[in-house]
């Protein structure tokens, strides 16, 4: 595997329900972002991590709530989440100091 | 007033042609600049970045900065149909010193489409 990995690539989901999206990078990147990508709207920042430290929340409602285990996983949990949060979510990496990212493929999700 | 703002478009050219795709962005002590491509339904891939005023050529791109105007471009020359896809351009924060550092604020995107 290489680059920036994202699971599962679609989800559907009912208001009630708890899931997790999944993201894994193979660069060595010590960087590791969430942005939420709606239609019409620019790339929306959500959690930073930077060597597995949460650096930045962008008020993002507690539904989503990131887990950074170690340098190379990144998660999200959902819960109880509303219609219009949904979306594209695109995990990305990149090296502390540099700001060329790399994006997985990202996770569609839908909230039905 | 935005922080990053680009014209959605669509912006229509024809293959062969020069596609312009022009970026401003509020925050005057920014100091990165990024433009990625998205096709639809996938992820954005970072095709060229600028970090000093003037211009950057890389193959058929060339980005160029103009901080004192807050403005920066991307010119495709020879544009092919494959180049049709969502142009994003990003920003890094001024404050861009510490933890934080490499958070990028996105605009909305440019919607480009070279026609045959």
């Known amino acids: 595997e290489t680059g920036v990995t994202q699971t599962p690539r679609h989800l559907v989901m009912g208001m009630t329900n708890k899931k997790s999206l999944k993201c894994e990078q193979h660069?060595?990147?010590?960087?590791m972002y969430w942005y939420k990508q709606s239609a019409k709207k620019p790339l929306e920042l959500m959690f930073v991590?930077?060597?597995?430290?949460?650096?930045e929340n962008n008020s993002v409602p507690s539904r989503f709530s990131p887990e950074c285990p170690n340098s190379s996983h990144l998660f999200l949990h959902l819960h109880t989440l509303q219609p219009e949060d949904s979306a594209l979510y695109l995990c990305?990496?990149?090296?502390?100091?540099?700001?060329?990212?790399?994006f997985g493929s990202g996770t569609r999700l839908t909230v039905v | 007033q935005k922080e990053v703002e680009q014209n959605s478009g669509p912006l229509s050219v024809p293959e062969g042609a020069i596609a312009s795709l022009n970026c401003t962005y509020s925050d005057r002590g920014s100091q990165s600049f990024f433009w990625y491509r998205q096709y639809s339904g996938k992820s954005p891939e970072l095709i060229m970045f600028i970090y000093s005023n003037g211009d950057k050529e890389d193959g058929r791109f060339t980005a160029q900065l103009n901080k004192a105007s807050q403005y920066v471009s991307l010119l495709i020359r020879d544009s092919q149909p494959s180049d049709s896809a969502t142009y994003l351009c990003?920003?890094?924060?001024?404050?861009?010193?510490?933890?934080?550092?490499?958070?990028?604020?996105f605009g909305q995107g440019t919607i480009l489409t070279v026609h045959p």
């Open positions: 990305a990496s990149s090296q502390v100091g540099k700001s060329g990212y790399t």
């Open positions: 990003a920003v890094t924060p001024s404050n861009a010193g510490g933890t934080s550092y490499g958070k990028l604020t």
């Open positions: 991590y930077n060597f597995k430290e949460q650096t």
């Open positions: 660069l060595g990147h010590n960087a």
